[in-house]
């Protein structure tokens, strides 16, 4: 398989990304669901997935953070990083992350859109004691199962509704629900009234 960049860069790519997503959330107090949105969207993650030697091989993982505050604000960040002497959840994540983009060669964006940095986040038991190969044919699975899961359906689980709280919040029956999500009726021919009320309810453009 072509990877973006040379393996050599990998374990520095790795460290600076999980260093970042640490120091993000413990030291910058940000969501993490907020920073990777802001990493992604600034276009920081799209050269570290490059492995710009600028980004990857220059920086790290503090200075990566910082160039994601201030292309997002404006501003320079004088917080300093606190001593961490231990891999944290959100290290794992952003550590496993990088290896995964890596190896199946995809862009972070990308692998968001299936796989969420809060879920991966969730994979620190049992998965930061196990060899990151495994990680990988477990985010596989679950990039997977998500692919083939109707978008209405992923829409309504990221919004943590059931079908009955999304049927009272839109006006669309449940069991049209039902059937949109089982594939049974296509949600693409549905009427304009019955989108706009689900993505309405669902928080959607």
Known sequence: ???????????KAQIAIGDMLHFATSDLHWLPEKFWKAFISTGVAYSAYLGEPRLIAGKSGIEIAYEVYYILTGCECDVAPSPNFDRSPEYFAGW?????SWYKNMDYNEIDKYLS??????????YHEMDVTQFVDEA???????????????LRSYANLTQKQLAERSGVSQRMIEQY????????????????????ALGCD
């Not at 398989?1 to 374990?11: E, G, Q, R, S, W």
């Not at 940095?117 to 049992?126: G, L, N, R």
């Not at 596989?140 to 992923?154: A, E, S, V």
């Not at 999500?181 to 309405?200: C, F, I, M, P």
Request: proline letters at 5%; aromatic letters at 10%; glycine letters at 2%.
């Open 181 to 200: 999500e089982q594939g049974r009726k296509d949600l693409n021919h549905a009427s304009v009234s019955t989108v706009y009320a689900l993505a309405n």
């Open 140 to 154: 596989d699975r679950l990039i997977t199962n998500c692919m083939n899961t109707p978008m209405l359906r992923q």
């Open 1 to 11: 398989m072509t990877h973006a960049y040379d393996k050599n860069y990998l374990p």
């Open 96 to 100: 496993s992350i990088a290896y995964y």
């Open 117 to 126: 940095i809060s879920e991966i986040i969730a994979m620190y038991t049992p």
